[in-house]
């Protein structure tokens, strides 16, 4: 049931992401790189939609990031059940995981064509993994 939910909720942010043109890990990175010119004080070459699309990568990532933090809260100490989650420390920052994601992003090109949501998850999951008797927040 929750391997479900997991689905459905991520597939939610799918939607979302797909409304604005962050479906794939491609659309992830470029949009990354858009937010980095950004923050370089290069924004005056970026245009409204770019910018809202960094708004929504950004309300991607903190979603992927509070689902995984949902479950996890489920799962009990139950370390079968937090198996494909990502036991994320609340002092890592939306702005890391960015910076985390769109490094692994960059190392594997051969993935820039799949889904940014499940990829994110996966790169969560190994970064960030749950330890036994260690699956609530604050490790």
């Known amino acids: 049931?929750?391997?479900?939910?997991?689905?459905?909720?991520?597939?939610?942010?799918?939607?979302?992401?797909?409304?604005?043109?962050?479906?794939?890990?491609?659309?992830?990175?470029?949009?990354?790189?858009?937010?980095?010119?950004?923050?370089?004080?290069?924004?005056a070459s970026i245009s409204t939609s770019e910018q809202s699309q960094i708004f929504v990568m950004l309300g991607i990532v903190q979603g992927i990031r509070e689902t995984m933090d949902v479950f996890v809260a489920l799962a009990d100490n139950?370390?079968?059940?937090?198996?494909?989650?990502?036991?994320?420390?609340?002092?890592?920052?939306?702005g890391q995981l960015i910076l985390i994601l769109k490094a692994e992003v960059e190392k594997a090109p051969s993935m820039l064509h799949h889904r940014f949501s499940i990829f994110a998850q996966d790169i969560l999951h190994r970064t960030y993994p749950c330890r036994q008797g260690k699956v609530v927040q604050g490790q």
Do not use: K, W
Request: a positive charge; one cysteine or more; aromatic letters at 4%.
């Open 1 to 43: 049931m929750r391997a479900a939910l997991l689905a459905m909720v991520l597939s939610s942010a799918a939607a979302v992401a797909s409304a604005q043109n962050i479906v794939s890990s491609y659309d992830f990175l470029r949009v990354a790189q858009n937010l980095e010119r950004s923050q370089r004080g290069e924004g």
């Open 78 to 94: 139950d370390r079968s059940s937090t198996a494909q989650l990502a036991c994320i420390p609340q002092t890592v920052s939306t």
